[in-house]
């Protein structure tokens, strides 16, 4: 009991965002509250002890610093900053420069940045050269011994620092008469000031530098015989902090955030809402292995598997066409490229008026509009990422093209493969039906439609002319299946009967089924995974990469 | 075990997204690929049994039309579609109107309108009128018997119509001379054809017209002794499928995400990075009754009770300025009208240059921002939501005002409220305040800032000059806390103490405190609840009214 009383269950905190933690803590009994206020003070005197420890560190360090003012005058030009200078001592109106902004229009100017030293070098004892950081841009910093303003012992210090200490740096942009090789800005800066604000570890788990090579650097260097570190992913994964900072990782989250981006702003120029559906549901009644369950005070519960049954819900509710994007959860023990335990769901569901060629038409639509901004608008983030993991651009039709189910069994017929008429495609055929409609119509972005009923989930429309067949359709990128969509079945009693046929006992989906019973309308919707459209856009080779802070059956952490 | 085998296992899909869940499908083992392959026979058998069995029902309605249609020449121009008519059968080209776009332009013209039939009303044998709803939309369709084109069957027909079922019209526009009082277009629709798309059940569990009256409404008509129904919360919620198709829960789901929107826009254009972290995170570390627990594989898990960490880790991994819209969860026992198990949180995180200013500037522009655009662009929705739920505009400065907690403090001892100066506010407390800032500075929106740093979680950064306080801050609306944020800690040594003097064991966090060894720049950030937004600004006073399935200790369904 004693970790529940008041304040003193702070490890409840740790990830309580404020905002609804605070307002929990406001609205505590006065009970709770005086326990609350004596653990409050007692906590405050000692953070003051802290404080005061650190204070006298500071003070030391000043005393310390003085000692070599002694000796250099320039001192005061560069050192590491204490605490007290980072807790919002003052706002002194002073500008910073973007790292990624720095260029020849900037010559002689002085400039402030802040960024990561990312590689530090000394040529003797009187130059070091610094190359600050910021996002996927890189500026050359050099200090160069001086009467003036750099002494030896500023040189010193610089070269003192450990790799990814993040500093500020003052000085003058120069611009050199060659070309920077090892820098993505073309100016360096000749340093007059340098800062520590925060020290690195001075061994790092895995180098940026390693982490940021690509495969074919690693394979041309070992033709010269000499080998370079390759990160392998799980060490990357563990030590994801530092992983992401690579170039190819920056670009590969906004490219994602840019996608989530266009994906909400066409759907919304479509009169598509955006919604949020709940991600914990009633009853473990969904059962099997790929749900997650939990306790929810005293109730069998678990988390979705993905929006299908409440966005089909909202469509019951009159809001015609609906879209969100959110976490969706599977406990399957899927250990592929292709399979996370919780990635987020692009989902879609929309009121049809005569046919699921309507919702086709949506993701034709969207995708081509996605892949042109992708290729128009994002070529910096395209090149960052095709730096270290080359790709070649994703062929696309303006229209995209649509086969049917058989005619995609018949293609893989005449090509020698023979599959199920009436099954799926598992993944190898699904590969080689891409490299035919490739070589066929030149493009790597289709629609395969009219699935087998069989294999599509009791909520798809059987077609009109065929019950055999079903509303459906997948959607494939580079040969891998990316979306999945139909129409689905409106009509309750049906809808029912369909579950029922499939094994699903109907009393757990009640509410579901029911939502039918007040006027609905014929509807279809789609369903697309964020991680997997930039990893196969990009023709990454595993998801995880695509996924800030990828879980697996094995991984939870970070 | 027979559950689970192969496609025997379908429970499991009920939710799946089908993106994903197929491509489990198509990684199938032969093995169950084999048994999936015969049950999907199976199911296709009992399919074609059922599609039989409809076939026949569609023949008999067939056979009692063409029976009704030896009566009636003009059967064809009225009746229930059979499903077959509905499951992509053709694509005919027709234009369906939107109701909302109905106006006198359309005078004359030929229209067709699918929506459903809010009321049905018969004058006689020979008239009828029902007002079609579509979103928040209504327009009234009148049939009146005529030899050629309207039969006393058809207007029959239409009466027969149950409320909500949607219906297709096919109709005249025609201007009244007068004001319809009763929907919203101001055009009348001259009908000449109407189809049943789909019918609801006869008996409804509540009516739209009731659980759309406001209370004012009610209390007026009791004045003169009249009883209108009253729809209470549980039961509104309870079907909530029917609750949601009010013009005010319309709107509000609408003005939420448009809020939802301009929070990423506002944020894009000010170079933030939107990120999506993970839900499922290690361990039961964070203890107390505020977690929802499961079992990951073999290890305990929890559902994050923010994006906190998380997005103060992408911090650490150098993505500068980000932010987050997602799931939140609590498994709190907060039985309030603020409270929900699971919300939308809308979280921000971002570098630092010198003081937590730069977070509260994002705050004030970012929030005067939204309310100036709903004011501005969302009139419509304020005013559907207004007319059921009335408020008044919240009052707001262009430039958000900014007191120190200790002159909050002040402010209520000068009015004869006594708190606690290194305590936090209640709920009450906070009300009071807001009354006596809206009295003296005229607004409803304010931050009040420099908390004592006892009230706040382990990582918020102390203030340089008084440890009791710290670098934090809550915002107001309408005297309720909606907003919270800080800088945060970003020395480890220090964060890991003062977690420690917090009660938290750091063995837990430690991935969290790491993330900070390897250069970290000093950083803060906020979070907001998306729902709360939405309340406060509109006045309401539930939560449960701005989450389209909301999740409360007792609720769980739908």
Redesign the interface.
């Known amino acids: 009991m004693a970790?529940?009383e008041g304040?003193?269950?702070?490890?409840?905190?740790?990830?309580?965002?404020?905002?609804?933690?605070?307002?929990?803590?406001?609205?505590?009994s006065s009970d709770s509250?005086g326990v609350?206020?004596k653990?409050?003070?007692k906590?405050?005197m000692?953070?003051?002890k802290?404080?005061r420890k650190?204070e006298e560190a500071a003070a030391t360090a000043v005393a310390t610093a003085a000692k070599a003012a002694e000796a250099d005058p320039l001192a005061g030009s560069y050192g590491d900053l204490p605490?007290?200078e980072?807790?919002?001592?003052?706002?002194?109106g002073?500008k910073?420069t973007e790292v990624g902004a720095l260029d020849a229009d900037l010559a002689d100017r002085a400039v402030l940045i802040?960024g990561?030293?990312q590689t530090i070098r000394a040529v003797g004892k009187k130059i070091a050269f610094v190359v600050v950081?910021?996002?996927t841009a890189t500026v050359q910093c050099v200090l160069t011994v001086n009467e003036e303003l750099v002494s030896p012992q500023m040189v010193k210090y610089a070269t003192s620092l450990?790799r990814?200490?993040?500093i500020d740096v003052e000085g003058v942009v120069s611009v050199p008469s060659e070309q920077i090789k090892g820098t993505t800005q073309q100016v360096e800066i000749q340093v007059r000031k340098l800062y520590c604000?925060?020290?690195?570890?001075a061994s790092?788990p895995i180098n940026i530098e390693d982490a940021a090579r690509s495969e074919e650097e690693i394979k041309e260097a070992e033709k010269v015989g000499e080998k370079l570190v390759r990160v392998n992913q799980d060490t990357r994964l563990n030590n994801?902090?530092?992983d992401?900072?690579t170039p190819a990782n920056?670009a590969i989250?906004?490219l994602e955030?840019s996608i989530?981006?266009i994906f909400?702003e066409f759907l919304?120029s479509e009169d598509f809402?955006?919604?949020?559906?709940?991600?914990?549901?009633?009853g473990s009644?969904?059962?099997?292995?790929?749900?997650?369950?939990?306790?929810?005070?005293g109730?069998p519960?678990c988390?979705?598997?993905?929006?299908?049954?409440?966005k089909q819900?909202?469509i019951?509710?009159?809001?015609?066409r609906v879209f969100e994007?959110?976490?969706?959860?599977?406990?399957?023990?899927?250990f592929?490229h292709?399979?996370l335990?919780?990635?987020?769901?692009l989902?879609v569901e929309m009121?049809?008026?005569?046919?699921?060629?309507e919702v086709i038409d949506i993701v034709d639509r969207l995708f081509v509009t996605i892949f042109d901004y992708l290729n128009e608008k994002c070529k910096k983030l395209l090149d960052a990422i095709n730096k270290q993991y080359p790709f070649s651009p994703l062929k696309y039709l303006r229209k995209t093209l649509l086969l049917t189910f058989e005619e995609g069994v018949k293609m893989l017929k005449v090509a020698g493969v023979e599959v199920?008429p009436?099954?799926?495609?598992?993944?190898e055929a699904?590969r080689k039906l891409g490299r035919l409609v490739l070589e066929k119509y030149d493009t790597e972005f289709y629609v395969l439609h009219r699935y087998?009923?069989?294999?599509?989930?009791?909520y798809t429309?059987?077609?009109?002319d065929n019950?055999?067949y079903s509303?459906?359709f997948?959607v494939f990128i580079r040969g891998e299946?990316?979306?999945?969509?139909?129409?689905r079945v409106?009509?309750p009693d049906?809808l029912a009967?369909?579950?029922e046929?499939?094994?699903?006992?109907v009393s757990?989906?009640s509410?579901?089924v029911d939502?039918?019973?007040?006027?609905?309308?014929?509807h279809g919707g789609?369903?697309?995974?964020?991680e997997?459209v930039v990893m196969l856009f990009c023709g990454l080779n595993n998801i995880r990469q695509t996924s800030?802070?990828p879980?697996d059956?094995?991984r939870?952490?970070?």
């Open positions: 970790l529940e304040n003193s269950s702070p490890a409840a905190e740790i990830q309580a965002s404020e905002a609804e933690s605070r307002a929990a803590v406001s609205t505590d509250k609350s206020k653990q409050a003070k906590e405050a000692k953070a003051e802290l404080r650190q605490m007290e980072l807790q919002s001592k003052a706002v002194t002073r910073w802040r990561v030293a950081r910021q996002f450990s990814e200490s993040i604000i925060n020290r690195a570890v790092l994801r902090v530092l992401l900072r920056q989250f906004r955030c989530e981006n909400r919304r809402v955006g919604i949020h559906t709940p991600k914990l549901v009633a009644s969904e059962g099997g292995a790929a749900v997650f369950k939990l306790d929810y005070k109730q519960a988390l979705a598997q993905s929006p299908q049954l409440y819900m909202v019951c509710a009159g809001f015609g994007v959110g976490p969706v959860f599977r406990a399957e023990d899927s592929t292709r399979h335990c919780e990635f987020i769901g989902d009121e049809i008026k005569e046919h699921y060629f199920d009436l099954g799926d495609l598992n993944t699904e087998p009923l069989a294999v599509r989930p009791f429309m059987p077609c009109p019950p055999l509303n459906s997948d299946e990316i979306i999945s969509g139909a129409q409106h009509i049906f009967s369909r579950a046929a499939c094994g699903i006992d757990t989906i509410a579901y939502s039918f019973r007040y006027g609905a309308c014929p789609f369903g697309v995974g964020l997997r800030l802070f879980r059956p094995q939870l952490v970070p």
